[in-house]
Nanobody, 124 residues
């Protein structure tokens, strides 16, 4: 199983980035897909998640109204559209798959597979 993130980079505050997570190696038809992030010196935290088939979405309060999560089941890819970026959004962003979702969508321990991460840096 592989999750490969892309789309990170350096952007000015107020700008936008779109992260992609391409999944391969198994079927993700029942999986919940999530995005987490880890800033320097901080613990990894939940950002957003989407149920693969139902399209329900979940967001951390800190990104509600600014971030959007979507998925393309034909391409086995999940996207995180990040708008109105702030310096505090600077972090390594990780894609994760919960292949047996039980509803604990925001819990890191629920996720079975993780990508390698992509750096997002937001400058003033």
């Amino acid at each position: 199983v592989q999750l490969v993130e892309s789309g990170g980079g350096l952007v000015q505050a107020g700008g936008s980035l779109r992260l992609s997570c391409a999944a391969s190696g198994r079927t993700f038809s029942r999986s919940t897909m999530g995005w987490f992030r880890q800033a320097p010196g901080k613990e990894r935290e939940f950002v957003a998640a989407i149920t693969w088939s139902g399209g329900r979405t979940f967001f951390a309060d800190s990104v509600k109204g600014r971030f959007t999560i979507s998925r393309d089941t034909a391409k086995n890819t999940v996207y995180l559209q990040m708008d109105s970026l702030k310096p505090e959004d600077t972090a390594v962003y990780y894609c994760a798959a919960d292949v047996f979702p039980t509803g604990a969508t925001m819990s890191e321990s629920s996720y079975d597979y993780w990508g390698q991460g992509t750096q997002v840096t937001v400058s003033l």
